[in-house]
C-alpha cells in the first residue's frame, strides 16, 4: 500500500482475566502514512458477567513501529431495570 488508504472491516475479541469476554466490530480506514492510528469499535456483546453488553472500545497505536496499544474500554450502564409507566 504505498500513498493510497484501504478500508478494512475489523472484529475483534476482548479476553479480561476470568470476568468473561466482549466483542467488537469496526469499519475503518487505514492509510499508507507512518503515524500514529486511532480506531473505535462498538461492543456488540459480550461472554459471562459482559452478556448482553454494549459500549465502544477505543485504540490508540503511538505511532507505526510502536509494539503495543493502548486499549480504552466504555461500558454503557444497563443495571438498572427499566420501567414502564402506566
Not at 472484529?11 to 466490530?25: F, H, I, M, N, R
Not at 500514529?36 to 507505526?64: C, D, H, L, Q, Y
Request: with cysteine; net charge negative; charged share 20%.
Amino acid at each position: 500500500m504505498a500513498n493510497a488508504e484501504q478500508t478494512l472491516q475489523c472484529q475483534e475479541t476482548w479476553a479480561l482475566d476470568g470476568v468473561g469476554e466482549l466483542t467488537s466490530q469496526a469499519l475503518t480506514i487505514q492509510s499508507a502514512t507512518p503515524g500514529p492510528r486511532t480506531w473505535t469499535s462498538v461492543i456488540n456483546n459480550g461472554s459471562m458477567r459482559f452478556f448482553g453488553a454494549s459500549g465502544i472500545v477505543v485504540t490508540e497505536k503511538e505511532s507505526e513501529t510502536s509494539t503495543s496499544d493502548d486499549v480504552t474500554i466504555y461500558l454503557v450502564d444497563e443495571s438498572h431495570p427499566k420501567t414502564h409507566e402506566q
